[in-house]
């Protein structure tokens, strides 16, 4: 049978991509808008050369409520939406937050005003666990407190969350699932697609492989003074692929309506909380290769641990992130060294 339609905003993003292989591989047509602020257009190149599918592509910005409005007319079979698009660089929040409010309040504002008159069933929501702020306790569960953001990156998906939840309870008649990552790393294992962010990048995977492979001089640790045993931040590093394997099955609940609740959330994380210092040297065993790093101070805006309880994932969705932190390390390197084949990094 035909599936139907998925309008994947920030489709050629980072994690928007890996899912959108994901969807064509369950057999769902997807068409991808995205403005190409933090990703490039031969993204897609990569996806067809995995699944010998091409999704469609419109170039076009979310935050543009005329520019949607125009897709959905082209697209009147889309049923449900997975809403990537933002701006997500915790630190460059710190210093640019009207962009990262205006970013990504509106594309989600745009979206769930024009989902009803299109009669989309539903909208996958990319959370964080920034949500969480500093945490009590770790691993956190969906049921721990809302803390104040640190950032206002972790605030605009606070507000998000409270937007999706008040539109639904207003009568919306669609659905939400708000999945609220950790930290993705990695990239596909075919190495056609992965992390490429546009400039310097802010997170740490693709700044240390960037150094490995000697376009950066030396990764710079954000501070080794941090309540934890190295010193070190700590973090749940969940593998991209099962990261977007979780949307598909996400998807299927809201448009099959297998679940009667109108919004669920779920954590996705791997259950490992990782200190930076561990992850360089998990990468440098796995790889072999040597990472050039200094401790240098902390970064505004950092949480200092927190790592999932995925249970609630693991058992409602029955989904599970199975990737290894090694093998994911190796997807990292992979990924960087297939830039360097191409001349592009
Ligand atoms: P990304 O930057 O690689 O992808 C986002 C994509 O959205 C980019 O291709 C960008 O060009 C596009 N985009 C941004 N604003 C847009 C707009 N107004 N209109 C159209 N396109 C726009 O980031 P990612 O890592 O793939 O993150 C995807 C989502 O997941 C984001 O909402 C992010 O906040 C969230 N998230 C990411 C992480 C992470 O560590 N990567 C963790 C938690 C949550
Ligand atoms: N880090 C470094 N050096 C770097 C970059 C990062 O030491 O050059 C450290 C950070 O201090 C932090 C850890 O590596 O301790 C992870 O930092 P990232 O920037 O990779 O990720 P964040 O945890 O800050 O934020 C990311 C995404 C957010 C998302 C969040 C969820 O950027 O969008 O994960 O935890 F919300």
């Given at each position: 049978?035909?599936?139907?339609?998925?309008?994947?905003?920030?489709?050629?993003?980072?994690?928007g991509?890996?899912?959108?292989v994901?969807?064509?591989?369950?057999?769902?047509?997807?068409?991808?808008?995205?403005?190409?602020s933090?990703s490039?257009?031969?993204?897609?190149?990569?996806?067809?050369?995995?699944?010998?599918?091409?999704?469609?592509?419109?170039?076009?910005?979310?935050?543009?409520?005329?520019?949607l409005?125009?897709?959905?007319?082209?697209?009147?079979?889309?049923?449900?939406?997975?809403?990537?698009?933002?701006?997500?660089?915790?630190?460059?929040?710190?210093?640019?937050?009207?962009?990262?409010?205006?970013?990504?309040l509106?594309?989600?504002l745009?979206?769930?005003?024009?989902?009803?008159?299109?009669g989309?069933?539903?909208?996958?929501?990319?959370?964080?666990?920034?949500?969480?702020?500093?945490p009590?306790?770790?691993?956190?569960?969906?049921?721990a407190?809302?803390?104040?953001?640190?950032?206002?990156?972790?605030?605009?998906?606070?507000?998000?969350?409270?937007?999706?939840?008040?539109?639904?309870?207003?009568?919306?008649?669609?659905?939400?699932v708000?999945?609220?990552?950790?930290?993705?790393?990695?990239?596909?294992?075919s190495?056609?697609?992965?992390?490429?962010?546009?400039?310097?990048?802010?997170?740490?995977?693709?700044?240390?492989?960037?150094?490995?492979?000697?376009?950066?001089q030396e990764?710079?640790?954000?501070?080794?003074?941090?309540?934890?045993?190295?010193?070190s931040c700590?973090?749940?590093?969940?593998?991209?692929?099962?990261?977007?394997?979780?949307?598909?099955?996400?998807?299927?609940?809201?448009?099959?309506d297998?679940?009667?609740?109108?919004?669920?959330?779920?954590?996705?994380g791997?259950?490992?909380?990782?200190s930076v210092?561990?992850?360089?040297?998990?990468f440098?065993?796995?790889?072999?290769?040597?990472?050039?790093h200094?401790?240098?101070?902390?970064?505004?805006g950092?949480?200092e641990?927190?790592?999932?309880?995925?249970?609630?994932?693991?058992?409602?969705?029955?989904?599970?992130?199975?990737?290894?932190?090694?093998?994911?390390?190796?997807?990292?390197?992979?990924?960087?060294?297939?830039?360097?084949?191409?001349?592009?990094m």
């Amino acid at each position: 049978m035909k599936k139907d339609r998925i309008l994947v905003t920030g489709g050629t993003g980072y994690i928007g991509s890996h899912t959108v292989v994901e969807l064509q591989k369950a057999g769902y047509p997807v068409v991808i808008i995205d403005n190409l602020s933090n990703s490039n257009a031969e993204v897609i190149d990569g996806i067809e050369r995995i699944t010998s599918v091409r999704p469609d592509f419109v170039e076009g910005d979310c935050t543009d409520i005329e520019t949607l409005r125009r897709l959905f007319a082209s697209f009147p079979d889309i049923k449900g939406i997975i809403n990537f698009a933002a701006s997500k660089a915790v630190g460059e929040s710190m210093h640019k937050p009207i962009l990262y409010y205006r970013n990504n309040l509106n594309t989600l504002l745009n979206l769930l005003d024009l989902m009803g008159p299109n009669g989309v069933k539903g909208i996958v929501f990319s959370s964080s666990c920034t949500v969480y702020g500093e945490p009590d306790e770790n691993p956190v569960t969906e049921a721990a407190p809302i803390k104040k953001a640190t950032s206002p990156y972790g605030n605009t998906k606070q507000i998000s969350e409270e937007i999706i939840t008040d539109v639904i309870n207003a009568g919306a008649p669609f659905k939400s699932v708000i999945l609220r990552y950790f930290n993705p790393v990695g990239a596909h294992p075919s190495a056609e697609i992965g992390e490429l962010p546009n400039g310097v990048p802010q997170n740490l995977i693709p700044y240390l492989t960037q150094t490995a492979i000697g376009i950066r001089q030396e990764l710079s640790v954000f501070g080794d003074d941090y309540n934890t045993p190295d010193g070190s931040c700590i973090r749940d590093y969940i593998n991209v692929v099962d990261l977007a394997q979780a949307h598909v099955i996400a998807v299927e609940r809201m448009l099959n309506d297998i679940s009667d609740k109108k919004i669920e959330i779920f954590n996705l994380g791997t259950g490992n909380g990782v200190s930076v210092l561990e992850l360089i040297h998990t990468f440098e065993e796995a790889t072999g290769v040597k990472v050039p790093h200094k401790i240098v101070g902390r970064r505004a805006g950092d949480i200092e641990k927190v790592w999932a309880n995925p249970a609630f994932a693991n058992e409602v969705l029955g989904w599970k992130a199975t990737t290894s932190l090694a093998d994911t390390m190796r997807s990292a390197w992979a990924w960087q060294c297939r830039l360097r084949e191409r001349g592009i990094m």
